[in-house]
């Protein structure tokens, strides 16, 4: 059996899936590891524990023969070696919050505006330098011990084919990358004091990369995100790739390379050579959903569902403000909050559920018009993720948004594309763009309902105007 395989090393697991070389699935696996959270705020992961999962699941896709294999999983992650490729502690993950100092110090030392023009972002606690920085600072003993730094995706790599290697969308992560370029940023790691032969060489996604001991070739791969588009078949200018799950990501790829001047987006290199991404993301979705059943009695899914569906666009202007973990895009605001405004006695569990998938809608369609105002003429949506499952939130998504939203075949978008990256490092696919024309394929499309559309048109306003009054009192920022 010849395979293309994907293999998407997560922060809650890894996962593998073995394609046809037509796209069809033939098997997959998965593998959960620990998080380990030593105080509030830190998330660390040991590096072997990735390993040892990428094994396990390579083994059980059982696959006769392999062509080709590509690698994604989480961005950010810092994993650090010694000269013997040794791990000198456990790697810090993306959603690890520790930096605030080192952040402030990086806007600081490069200058905001010139940040923004080198990486398209600004400097985040999840991003990979920052964490550099603590470990300068923090531990300076592991931090002088340091000869490699490895996203995690490429840890496993390094532990398949035994190159150092990235990719150049999940480079783009890290604040040491010139994302215009589409290369590591000499003026960056000056202004960091950081060592540029610490990083390793950055490919283009599809490139080929070593090989596996059975002679598969192995792609750079890429990013989650990235990854995850192509999986979906955004491969060019036009459609979004949307993702419904604990966070919400709206993404897009741009007709050319151009940061958003507050960095409200991030802006990276695609995993399709020479185009890049804009991506907002917000930080409760479905996990605005699941909060909502565990504090309303825990009913199923499918029950809230049918309760929402009972009631009307806006729900009689009930709108729900999905900052329960603070946001991203477009606040960049860790201490906002959410919220429901408009309650009214006759208001029941059906109502907030409603007003809970509408307020996510609204908030996606925050990260839409931002994406549109670098240029993006958008046609239609792709989209991914536990919540979309739920056919009464794609037409929610779909009118509030005011286009197509279209579901995909297979589901596994990350690993999904992966695979296809391998193809193209394998010969099978001449290109990232005709690997996703032969196998991406659409399960079902949901257009826009005109009539809930103009209800949406005009609540959103409403929307918009609730965040001010939700970035809770900052001492002396007066009254």
């Known amino acids: ?42 998330a660390e992961q040991n590096p072997e524990d990735w390993w040892h999962g990428a094994e396990r699941v390579l083994h059980e896709l059982d696959v006769d023969h392999a062509l080709g294999l590509g690698l994604t999983g989480q961005m950010h992650g810092l994993v650090v070696l010694d000269s013997s490729d040794r791990v000198l502690r456990p790697a810090l993950l993306w959603n690890d919050q520790r930096t605030e100092a080192e952040c402030a110090a ?43 730094l490895l996203l995690p995706k490429d840890y496993v790599r390094l532990r398949l084919t035994g190159e150092y290697a990235t990719d150049v969308s999940d480079a783009s992560g890290t604040l040491l990358f010139d994302v215009r370029k589409r290369r590591w940023s000499q003026e960056l790691a000056e202004a960091l004091e950081l060592p540029s032969e ?30 995850a588009a192509v999986g979906v078949g955004i491969v060019r200018p036009g459609p979004l790739s949307i993702v419904l799950g ?93 919220a429901f405004v ?6 029941d569990r059906g109502a907030l559920t409603r007003a809970v998938l509408e307020g996510v809608a609204f908030a996606l369609r925050d990260s839409l018009e931002l994406i549109r105002a670098l240029g993006l003429e958008v046609e239609e949506a792709r989209v991914s993720g536990g919540g ?17 939203v279209k579901r995909t075949a297979v589901e596994e978008g990350s690993a999904y594309g992966a695979a296809l990256l391998g193809g193209v490092a394998a010969g099978v696919f001449s290109s990232v763009q005709e690997a996703g024309a032969r196998c991406v394929s659409i399960s079902e499309v949901v257009e826009p309902d005109p009539s809930w559309a103009a209800i949406y048109e005009e609540a959103y306003p409403r929307f918009r105007a ?12 007066g009254c």
């Open 388 to 404: 979309a499952r739920g056919m009464l939130w794609l037409r929610i998504v779909a009118a509030v948004l005011g286009i197509p």
């Open 106 to 148: 990086i806007e600081e030392r490069v200058g905001l505006e010139r940040l923004i023009e080198l990486t398209g972002n600004r400097a985040l606690p999840g991003f990979t330098a920052p964490k550099v920085l603590w470990l300068r600072r923090a531990e300076p003993e592991v931090f002088r011990r340091i000869a490699a």
């Open 198 to 227: 610490w990083l390793p060489p950055a490919y283009e996604s599809p490139a080929q990369v070593g090989a596996t001991s059975s002679g598969a070739a192995v792609a750079a791969g890429a990013g989650d995100q990235a990854a």
């Open 342 to 347: 408009g309650l009214e006695l006759r208001h």
């Open 246 to 338: 604990t966070s919400g990501v709206v993404f897009g790829v741009l007709p050319a390379y151009g940061s958003e001047p507050e960095a409200r987006l991030h802006v990276f290199c695609h995993a399709v050579p020479g185009t890049w991404h804009a991506m907002g993301v917000m930080l409760a979705a479905a996990g605005s959903l699941s909060w909502l059943r565990e504090a309303t009695g825990r009913a199923p899914y499918e029950t809230l569902l049918a309760e929402a569906a009972a009631w009307p666009p806006a729900t009689g202007g009930l709108i729900f403000a999905p900052y329960l973990a603070g946001e991203r895009t477009p606040h960049t605001d860790a201490r906002a909050r959410g």
């Open 1 to 42: 059996m010849e395979a293309l395989i994907g293999l998407d090393v997560g922060t809650s697991g890894v996962k593998a899936l073995a394609l046809s070389p037509d796209g069809a699935v033939l098997s997959r696996a998965e593998a959960e590891y620990p998080l380990s959270t030593p105080r509030p705020g830190w």
């Open 466 to 477: 609730l965040y001010p009054a939700l970035a809770p009192f900052r001492p002396g920022a």
